[in-house]
């Protein structure tokens, strides 16, 4: 099992430009998240997917889109970047909660570092 | 608005010594309390945490809630280079969203 990964692990945009970061997990988890983490400021929640074909808002969502179209894949894009969104993006996913042995443990994918210029 | 602050935020202590890590928080419909260590990429799972007073234990690693004061304490004992990372303590809440503390950056020095 690969768990969680992402793609790219790193990337360099100018201003303006746009890009889509992938995240994928083969543990069959309905729920997905990203989160954005900068120095001093822990993690922090930009969207997060409770089931394939549903999304909502996080903290901090704005600048960014998602989708999950599939259950296994979920994407995050900036439609024009700004230097504000330089951060490291992780992506986790979690199981359905209850029953016996619930548990709010996510698992993290390893983390896309973007900078923007 | 729901807050997780950890103390301190970053300390530097020497093999062979006992820390002690500090989380408080206020947050609206608490569910659980986890702890994660993170070194160079993806945050890794230490314990959850969901009833007051019960320890949870794992090698050097101890931790306990308490929720009528609203914090959790994470203990290393005999910390070794190997424990330098930062620990993220985060809540989980009813609607499975985690709202995660700043980290304590530990560093260990031989």
């Known amino acids: 099992n690969a768990g969680v990964t992402q793609t790219p692990k790193f990337r360099v945009l100018k201003t303006g430009q746009s890009m889509t970061l992938l995240c994928a997990q083969d543990?069959?988890?309905?729920?997905m998240y990203w989160y954005r983490q900068d120095p001093g400021m822990g993690l922090r929640l930009i969207h997060y997917s409770v089931g394939e074909g549903t999304t909502a808002k996080g903290e901090v969502p704005d600048g960014y889109n998602v989708s999950r179209l599939k259950k296994q894949n979920f994407l995050l894009g900036l439609e024009s970047a700004a230097p504000s969104q330089t951060s490291v993006y992780f992506c986790?996913?979690?199981?359905?909660?209850?029953?016996?042995?619930?548990?709010?443990?996510?698992?993290f994918g390893p983390g896309t570092r973007l900078t923007v210029l | 608005e729901d807050k997780v602050v950890q103390s301190p935020l970053s300390l530097v202590v020497h093999e062979g010594d006992t820390v002690t890590l500090n989380c408080s928080y206020e947050v609206t419909n608490f569910r659980s309390l986890l702890w994660y260590k993170q070194e160079k990429k993806a945050p890794t799972f230490l314990f959850m945490l969901t009833s007051s007073g019960i320890e949870k234990k794992s090698g050097r690693l101890s931790s306990i809630l308490d929720k009528k004061e609203l914090f959790s304490i994470l203990n290393i004992t005999a910390t070794q280079t190997g424990d330098s990372a930062i620990y993220l303590c985060a809540v989980g809440r009813y609607g499975n969203k985690l709202v995660f503390g700043a980290g304590t950056i530990l560093r260990v020095k031989s």
């Open positions: 986790a996913s979690g199981r359905f909660p209850g029953g016996q042995g619930w548990q709010d443990e996510q698992f």
């Open positions: 543990m069959n988890h309905e729920y």
